[in-house]
């Protein structure tokens, strides 16, 4: 889980060569300078609850970072047990057995910074659903994070910026209703099916185009229901394959997203931070000119008496 | 801002990686290859022979021609081989990622995120 905490590295103090007149309610002598300051003081505070801010979603990122790290390592640590035992004919799981015709199984949405789906608000409740119904294999943690993803509008992330999400595809609510259990973490519901079956491929991979609403005889445009990428290397995959699956499948759908998410969200921080750094630099000319003029004004006042 | 144009058809994630990485990725099933006119994979698999030129084709194709591309994730040791191009990628989407791979660890200071990171800072 994400470090949530809020402020771990404290913003830098207010920069305070940037503000000439540090006490300027004391005197009040200078009427002209006290919007100027003011301003300079306005867009200074602005920055720095925008650098708070980007400092938290760092600390997230850097969090995110570590965790995606973690679950890799665990990957290529499966892959590699599963390639030193493999079976005799497999030289290495590797692109030698890449299906020509893959089809996405997981696919991203990006959704705007209200919380409207791009593509459509009809699939963001089909995939919220069928992610619940999916997640009983991958445990409640999941299900846990999925329910904290629904909660939109909370996040101040979601408000700004875009949000990215990975979800299977197509929703298997739709096709094979709740078998996603008996293969473990994440595992498609087609897959399932075939990995339940007696391992006749292709009856298997026509299965779900029957399912579908479009029927079988869509052309070559529609895209086929992906199958399961664990039957590009047989039927029967050494469990090391499949636990390697499950780590790429967790990196995927919850860590990588949300890195996306924040990245999209660090970069508009940081446009508004420039912005607002130009707006003070531009207040604090303005400022420093009055100052000179009311110098020279006083100059004059002080030779004519 | 981005406008919704920009990102609505943008549903595959890409991979530009090693061999292992890409396997891994792909088992999650992101792997996606379009109808037969064109054949276009959303992954490159990146050994000893492959030549920076064809990195550096796969990125431009993934990042400025083809449209459905949402998210780029790249080994970091292969985004060291087009350094120069990473960094100056500036486009809201696809959204670059770089990922360690088996052989190189990850090193922050070379992340292009944290980079920005820095150059806010004014390191």
């Not at chain 1, 540090?22 to 002209?32: A, E, F, G």
């Not at chain 1, 197509?170 to 078998?179: E, I, L, T």
């Not at chain 1, 185009?209 to 990428?229: F, H, L, T, Y």
Request: one cysteine or more.
């Amino acid at each position: 889980m994400p470090n949530t905490n809020p402020n771990p590295h404290p913003a830098p103090p207010p920069n305070s060569t940037s503000n000439p007149n540090p006490h300027p309610t004391s005197s009040s002598s200078s009427p002209p300078t006290k919007p100027a300051t003011t301003d300079t003081n306005r867009e200074t505070s602005t920055i720095d609850a925008l650098l708070t801010g980007y400092l938290s979603l760092l600390d997230e990122y850097t969090a995110l970072r570590h965790t995606l790290h973690a679950l890799q390592a665990r990957m290529y640590h499966d892959l590699a047990r599963a390639n030193f035992a493999a079976e005799r004919g497999v030289r290495r799981y590797g692109r030698d057995y890449y299906d020509g015709r893959m089809q996405a199984g997981r696919r991203v949405r990006v959704c705007d910074g209200g919380g409207g789906l791009a593509g459509g608000d009809v699939d963001v409740k089909g995939a919220e659903g069928d992610r619940e119904e999916e997640g009983v294999g991958g445990g409640g943690e999941r299900e846990g994070e999925d329910g904290k993803k629904g909660e939109e509008g909370d996040d101040p992330r979601e408000r700004e910026g875009v949000v990215f999400r990975v979800a299977v595809y197509p929703p298997p609510g739709r096709g094979a209703g709740g078998k996603g259990e008996d293969e473990g973490p994440g595992t498609e519901a087609p897959t399932t099916e075939a990995a339940d079956g007696n391992g006749n491929g292709d009856r298997e991979e026509k299965k779900p185009g029957k399912e579908g609403p479009a029927g079988g005889g869509e052309g070559e445009k529609q895209s086929v229901n992906p199958i399961d990428p664990l039957r590009w290397f047989g039927i029967l995959t050494p469990l090391p394959l499949r636990q390697a699956q499950g780590h790429a499948i967790k990196a995927v759908e919850e860590i990588i997203p949300q890195l996306a998410t924040l990245s999209a969200a660090m970069a508009a921080v940081e446009l508004e931070v420039r912005r607002a750094r130009k707006k003070r630099a531009k207040a604090e000319k303005a400022e420093e000119k009055k100052l000179v003029a009311l110098e020279e004004k006083m100059g004059e006042v002080d030779v004519n008496e | 801002m981005a406008s919704q144009a920009d990102f609505r058809d943008r549903q595959f994630l890409a991979v530009i990686g090693d061999e292992d990485s890409v396997t891994g990725l792909l088992l999650a099933g992101i792997g996606h290859v379009t109808a037969p006119p064109d054949n276009q994979k959303n992954f490159l698999v990146v050994d000893a022979k492959t030549d920076n030129a064809s990195i550096e084709a796969a990125f431009e194709r993934f990042t400025t021609e083809r449209k459905d591309i949402g998210i780029v994730l790249i080994n970091q040791h292969i985004a060291d081989r087009i350094r120069n191009r990473v960094d100056t990628y500036t486009q809201a989407f696809p959204t670059i990622l770089e990922i360690p791979s088996k052989d190189h660890p990850y090193d922050p200071e070379k992340d292009s995120v944290l980079r920005r990171v820095r150059r806010l800072f004014g390191e």
